[in-house]
């Protein structure tokens, strides 16, 4: 692709998407069919008018990628445009991420997580079928391409797929469980029968989602491949409850909505207790929130454990301005998907709770960065905002108490990157998703430049039974450094995957013994890819931050990988060692070099027949820590915990 403004022309409906954002062009500079007189004697604009247009160059290529399915050298020329922005730099932008093809391709795209939760329950045979039915990943089959993906966060679902398909009215939503005939993986390619996430009997199919009947074998029910050419329906897709099997439960706290409230109703909202919150907020005073907020001992849940009152205080005192608050709703570690689950079965909750938080620090914008590969929250999400907005509870005057606010959805594109605070304001912002050296922090200059928080969904939604009951109650639960409840992703080789809540101090083996572990457990992962494992004689760990870390592993976001004796380890490790190649953002030389290196070595160790590990496990040792020493991120800082507590933990390759 020419990296220079081309004589290459937008289709016409690449050129109506993208004026379907941007509205009309407004001259034949910025990409109108013809060039006035008037064109000819004024040229508006300049550098400050295309930076403040940046921040719409992702929105403006998920619209052409949406309708069309590719971005093609015209449709980005048209763009570049409309936004004055370079095509070397749009191009940089557009092939950053996953979820965008600068080459055409279908409309119809296929997506097979193949990440750990998914390869434990069998992703292999899925793709293998696919294989042998549509060809290898990448290759076009009657307006169909599938391929290989991270995780999805729909690891409940394991092994899940994610369909796709571009149009004038594209639907996003349909994804669908396909598991192999029998539970684990063991079974022949291509021997599936289809399950309801609740595990008992089979749902109906959802229209367009990837599809099974009852039993299919390879030679006579070839249904993945007539599920991916089929046209797409509106799919009806199970309900964000079947992700909890505590659902319903009154102990629950911030799963109380979930499976008993409509999650499209905010007049059901506001009669389980909604907006209570808000109001109690707007009686304290912004100053009033953070004091409770600190009181409570609220700190991060996305891994790192901040304060979240601490953070807030900090941008609230920035005398620059203005002030923003951002939601990293861009959770892509794999095995995680307790913010999906939130999002889909109770998006109010997440409205109320920005809203408040964007009062408490000073902000008038809030912005949820949410997954691409998370369509029914986009859904939930953008009607939950019009819905809010309509009954004044969003916008100029937020509950008739003169506060201004209202809240944006910014979608990602396929980038585990992005989930790094700062890779967030520079993919908002329109540049490649790349983190920011720092400091200067967040608080200080952060999106756009200005005082901004960043929390993600769980962290933002315990605040709101930190207001309803105080700060006191909410701090009662849990242990004396870790207040309150936990939310954890338990997926793997366990009888009832799924999210569920539980007070901080709780241990391990009270989780399992939740969600049925298997006869032979081998090892946990704690914490995702990033995290540590435990072996099955740890298993009273405490499920604090503290505790994690006094037995030598990590909670972070709360994954809770469960591996039984029939999964190799030694191909999980190198799975993950793919996972941070892939997705490092190859910004600085540790991380881009080392997450090579590291993949490279375990490729050794795994393919070769006779000795030399040892050399090999010395190598990823020095490269590890060089990695976790000069890294500019969290990525490359945590690349090499879990080989390293493989290996010193569970003695893999001994």
């Given at each position: 692709?020419d990296?220079?403004?081309t ?16 509205g ?18 004024w ?10 247009r ?7 290529l998920h619209a052409?990628n949406?309708?069309v ?5 015209g ?5 570049c445009?409309?936004l ?5 730099e749009?191009?940089?932008?557009a092939?950053f991420y996953a979820?965008?093809?600068v080459r ?15 390869a434990?329950r069998g ?10 039915r549509?060809g ?8 169909t ?8 966060g729909l690891c409940?679902?394991?092994?899940a797929?994610?369909l ?11 994804f ?6 029998g539970g ?6 291509g021997?599936?029968?289809e399950r ?20 299919l074998a390879?030679a006579t029910a070839?249904?993945?491949v007539?599920?991916?050419?089929a046209p797409?329906d509106?799919?009806?897709e ?7 099997p505590?659902a ?5 706290v911030l799963l109380?909505?979930?499976g008993t409230?409509d ?14 919150a808000?109001?109690r907020?707007?009686a304290?005073g912004?100053?009033g929130?953070?004091?409770?907020v600190?009181d409570a001992?609220l ?11 601490r953070?807030w205080q900090?941008t609230?005192q920035?005398a ?6 951002v939601?990293?709703a861009d959770e892509s570690?794999p095995?995680t ?19 408040i938080?964007g ?16 369509p029914?929250a ?11 907005r ?5 916008g100029?005057?937020?509950?008739g ?6 809240i944006?959805?910014r ?5 585990y990157?992005c989930?790094e605070?700062t890779?967030i304001?520079?993919?908002?912002e329109?540049?490649r ?10 608080v200080?200059?952060g999106l ?22 105080g700060a006191?109650?909410y ?5 004396e450094?870790?207040?309150g ?9 366990v009888a009832?995957?799924g999210?569920y ?13 939740l ?7 081998r090892?946990v992962?704690l ?5 540590g ?8 760990v ?10 030598g592993?990590?909670l ?10 029939s999964?190799e380890?030694?191909r999980v490790l190198?799975?993950?060692a793919?996972?941070?190649r ?5 910004q ?7 997450t090579?290196r590291?993949e ?12 030399g590990?040892?050399?090999?496990i010395?190598l990823?040792?020095e490269v590890?820590?060089?990695?976790r ?5 969290g990525l490359?800082q945590?690349?090499?915990?879990a080989?390293e507590?493989?290996?010193?933990r569970?003695?893999v390759?001994?």
């Amino acid at each position: 692709m020419d990296l220079r403004y081309t004589d290459a022309a937008p289709s016409d409906a690449e050129r109506e998407a993208v004026d379907a954002l941007l509205g009309p062009p407004p001259s034949g500079w910025e990409g109108a069919a013809e060039r006035t007189a008037e064109d000819l004697r004024w040229a508006r604009g300049g550098a400050a008018a295309a930076k403040d247009r940046r921040d719409q160059l992702l929105p403006a290529l998920h619209a052409v990628n949406d309708r069309v399915g590719w971005i093609s050298e015209g449709a980005l020329d048209y763009i570049c445009r409309r936004l004055t922005v370079a095509p070397a730099e749009a191009y940089g932008v557009a092939t950053f991420y996953a979820m965008f093809s600068v080459r055409p391709r279908p409309a119809k795209v296929l997506h097979v997580c193949t990440d750990l939760a998914c390869a434990a329950r069998g992703s292999a045979g899925v793709c293998a079928d696919l294989t042998e039915r549509l060809g290898a990943p990448g290759t076009p089959a009657e307006g169909t391409v599938w391929q290989e993906s991270p995780c999805l966060g729909l690891c409940e679902r394991a092994p899940a797929a994610l369909l796709l398909q571009a149009g004038a009215n594209p639907d996003l939503r349909s994804f669908r469980q396909i598991q192999p005939l029998g539970g684990p993986p063991g079974r022949s390619p291509g021997e599936f029968e289809e399950r309801g996430s609740g595990g008992g009997a089979p749902e109906a199919p959802a229209a367009g989602a990837v599809r099974c009947s009852a039993v299919l074998a390879p030679a006579t029910a070839p249904a993945l491949v007539t599920a991916a050419l089929a046209p797409l329906d509106a799919p009806e897709e199970p309900p964000a409850a079947a992700a909890v099997p505590q659902a319903g439960d009154p102990a629950l706290v911030l799963l109380k909505r979930i499976g008993t409230v409509d999650p499209a109703s905010l007049d059901d909202y506001r009669s389980t207790g909604g907006y209570t919150a808000l109001r109690r907020a707007f009686a304290l005073g912004p100053a009033g929130v953070i004091r409770e907020v600190l009181d409570a001992g609220l700190v991060g849940r996305g891994g790192a454990a901040f304060p979240t009152g601490r953070k807030w205080q900090a941008t609230a005192q920035q005398a620059d301005g203005p002030h923003y608050l951002v939601c990293n709703a861009d959770e892509s570690e794999p095995g995680t998907f307790k913010d999906r689950v939130l999002m889909e079965g109770d998006p109010y909750a997440l409205v109320e709770a920005m809203t408040i938080a964007g009062y408490a620090i000073g902000a008038h914008q809030g912005y949820i960065y949410l997954r691409g590969e998370y369509p029914r929250a986009y859904e939930r999400l953008d009607h939950a905002l019009t819905s809010a907005r309509t009954r004044g509870l969003l916008g100029p005057d937020v509950l008739g108490q003169g506060y201004a606010f209202d809240i944006e959805i910014r979608r990602g594109a396929g980038a585990y990157i992005c989930g790094e605070e700062t890779a967030i304001f520079n993919s908002i912002e329109g540049q490649r998703g790349e983190p920011r050296s720092k400091p200067p922090f967040p608080v200080e200059k952060g999106l756009f430049g200005k005082p901004t928080a960043v929390n993600n969904v769980e962290t933002l939604v315990n605040v709101l039974p930190i207001l309803e009951h105080g700060a006191a109650a909410y701090a009662a639960t849990g242990t004396e450094t870790s207040t309150g409840t936990k939310l954890f992703c338990v997926s793997g080789q366990v009888a009832r995957p799924g999210i569920y809540e539980l007070p901080f101090g709780a241990n391990l083996r009270e989780l399992l013994d939740l969600a049925g572990p298997p006869e032979r457990l081998r090892a946990v992962l704690l914490g995702g890819a990033a995290g540590g494992f435990v072996r099955p004689d740890e298993l009273d760990v405490p499920l604090t931050f503290e505790g994690t870390r006094a037995a030598g592993t990590t909670l972070g976001s709360g994954v809770v990988l469960v591996l039984d004796d029939s999964v190799e380890l030694p191909r999980v490790l190198l799975r993950i060692a793919e996972f941070f190649r892939d997705e490092s953002c190859g910004q600085c030389v540790p991380c881009r070099v080392g997450t090579v290196r590291q993949e490279e070595a375990l490729h050794r160790i795994v393919d070769r027949t006779g000795d030399g590990a040892a050399e090999d496990i010395a190598l990823m040792r020095e490269v590890g820590q060089t990695m976790r020493d000069a890294s500019i991120c969290g990525l490359g800082q945590t690349a090499w915990n879990a080989v390293e507590s493989a290996i010193d933990r569970l003695g893999v390759y001994k």
